[in-house]
């Protein structure tokens, strides 16, 4: 049977954290060449690449990113067997990495991840950024999932799969002191001002024929990318915010802000990224399928639920 060489374990660990062979090497006190062979009898054992090599770096493979796991909890629970007997409570936790794109909803990211925030042995990352960041640190293995308002593209050279994790319902909220008609919706809108997502959102163009094919010229206060800046503009009451009601959930709860309508046809998808993998993170496809069965039952902080 075979047996794991603890050994080259460990030093492939040190070159996982250092990214370098020559600083991993210097840190061991071991020549380059000798801590190069020992990495390839551990390939050896494993019978996997761990690294992609390239010229300027080393990148872990999907394989070595499972490796590079198994051996931080390894020596993790190495530290924690010595903090046992020094005293020390040892608590050994699996780690998830989530990224989210910057604009997204911190509302809708804490749903997401709610249901490991009571469980002690995961330990959540958060990570945000751009689309373009967060798909090279999905590659890189360095996140497991995206967070994402669109689906991504899949012909950019990664195989993606894109899931459907909920679909809220998007409303026209506004503070106390923002004055609207009693008129029927959209004529209600024609003499006040507007909070609207940037141009060029689905919801925004969606909205934006809604209103011409009403006849009605917007009275247009702000606009914004950002879903955390179009809730403080809906709380400051600088006019009516089209936003779905999952971003203000707080507020609508408290009564800072009202909801006016539930525009009808209108909806924002929500979307889970992960790349298809042979060693999937097992947290990630628990935590879709819890997403997608809550939304059914109808979106936290919905009032419509």
């Known amino acids: 049977m075979?047996?794991?060489?603890?050994?080259?374990?460990r030093y492939f660990w040190v070159i996982a954290r250092e990214r370098n062979l020559t600083r991993a090497a210097r840190m061991l006190n071991v020549s380059a060449s000798a801590l190069s062979t020992q990495l390839r009898l551990l390939e050896g054992e494993l019978g996997q690449a761990l690294f992609e090599r390239t010229r300027k770096s080393l990148v872990l493979s999907e394989a070595g990113r499972l490796a590079f796991d198994y051996a931080e909890t390894i020596f993790r629970a190495g530290e924690e067997l010595l903090d046992t007997f020094a005293g020390q409570t040892p608590a050994q936790r699996k780690i998830l990495r989530v990224g989210a794109m910057a604009t997204l909803s911190r509302n809708?990211?804490?749903?997401?991840?709610?249901?490991?925030?009571?469980?002690?042995?995961?330990e959540v990352v958060l990570r945000s950024g751009n689309l373009r960041e967060l798909l090279v640190q999905l590659e890189a293995y360095s996140v497991d999932v995206i967070l994402a308002t669109e689906p991504v593209r899949t012909d950019a050279g990664l195989n993606l799969q894109n899931h459907l994790i909920a679909e809220y319902p998007v409303s026209l909220v506004a503070a106390r002191k923002v004055k609207v008609t009693r008129e029927p919706f959209?004529?209600?809108?024609?003499?006040?001002?507007?909070?609207?997502?940037?141009?060029?959102?689905?919801?925004?163009?969606?909205?934006?024929?809604?209103?011409a094919g009403a006849g009605i010229r917007p009275h247009i206060a702000a606009e914004a990318d950002d879903m955390a800046m179009l809730r403080l503009l809906a709380r400051e009451g600088v006019g009516v915010t089209l936003v779905p009601p999952v971003v203000v959930r707080d507020e609508l709860e408290g009564g800072r802000l009202l909801e006016i309508v539930r525009v009808p046809g209108l909806t924002k998808p929500f979307h889970a990224v992960t790349l298809s993998r042979r060693f999937p993170h097992p947290v990630v496809a628990e935590l879709i399928g819890h997403s997608v069965r809550a939304h059914v039952q109808g979106p936290p902080g919905d009032p419509g639920h």
Not at 2 to 9: E, I, M, P, T, V
């Open 108 to 122: 809708f990211q804490l749903d997401f991840i709610r249901p490991l925030l009571a469980r002690h042995e995961v």
């Open 186 to 211: 959209p004529r209600n809108l024609r003499h006040v001002p507007l909070v609207l997502p940037a141009r060029g959102s689905a919801i925004r163009e969606a909205f934006d024929a809604l209103l």
């Open 2 to 9: 075979a047996q794991l060489n603890y050994h080259h374990l």
